[in-house]
């Protein structure tokens, strides 16, 4: 199983609509996860932190589920702007940062 | 604060050339981290620094090199440059104290 897995999409979503979706970890030890955003041609940068307890910021909400070792994204009200790549990050052992390659998201008008 | 600043921002060398990566950081972080990217690639990283004076190699450090004689500066260099490093180059940094990582705006390298 990969450190971090996480499926490459393109997800073609309609402007307005609610995509969701996930990335799997393998280290059932991690304690830090993040979602980073990056647009086509820029660096990463970072969204939002996981937390056990999930998070909200605005339209996007983040959710951790240790149980199946998993972290989520949602995207309500879906805006062109969204368009990106979504990079899902994990502490692995020893410490190590693990990246995920990335879901592609296009937002459609 | 700057964040993370890289230079140059495109770069075309010929094979068996070499070259150096800059990259400096202004937020006094300890970590630092080279990663490649090749289009529609995740990230790879190729060297990281935990403090000045310390470096370590990551999952593809072959055909690089790196120095941490600051806590700003972790330069990457490339000795006798191969088609195969064409890529873009992001540099990063962070605290010693949580996992977000800063990233610099990357160096597009074209090696041909």
């Known amino acids: 199983r990969k450190e971090v897995e996480q499926d490459p999409g393109p997800f073609n979503v309609p402007e307005g609509a609610t995509v969701a979706f996930n990335c799997t970890y393998s280290n059932s030890a991690s304690q830090s996860f993040f979602w980073y955003r990056q647009d086509c041609r820029k660096e990463p940068k970072l969204l939002m932190s996981?937390?056990?307890s999930g998070n909200e910021d605005g339209r996007f909400t983040a959710q951790l589920n240790r149980a199946s070792q998993y972290i989520s994204l949602l995207i309500r009200d879906s805006k062109l702007s969204d368009s990106a790549t979504y990079l899902c990050v994990v502490n692995g052992r020893d410490d190590k940062i693990i990246f995920g390659k990335g879901t592609r998201l296009h937002i459609l008008p | 604060n700057a964040g993370v600043t890289q230079t140059p921002k495109f770069r075309i060398l010929k094979i068996g050339q070499s070259m150096t990566l800059q990259c400096t950081q202004d937020m006094n972080h300890n970590y630092m981290y080279w990663y490649r990217q090749d289009p529609g690639m995740g990230l790879k990283l190729i060297y990281y620094?935990?403090?000045?004076?310390?470096?370590d190699k990551g999952e593809v450090p072959n055909g690089y090199n790196v120095s941490r004689s600051t806590t700003e500066d972790f330069p990457l260099r490339l000795e006798l440059a191969a088609p195969s490093q064409t890529s873009v180059y992001f540099c990063?940094?962070?605290?010693?104290?949580?996992?977000?990582?800063?990233f610099g705006p990357g160096t597009r390298l074209t090696v041909t």
């Open positions: 620094s935990v403090g000045a004076g310390i470096t």
């Open positions: 990063a940094s962070k605290t010693g104290s949580s996992y977000e990582q800063y």
């Open positions: 996981v937390y056990s």
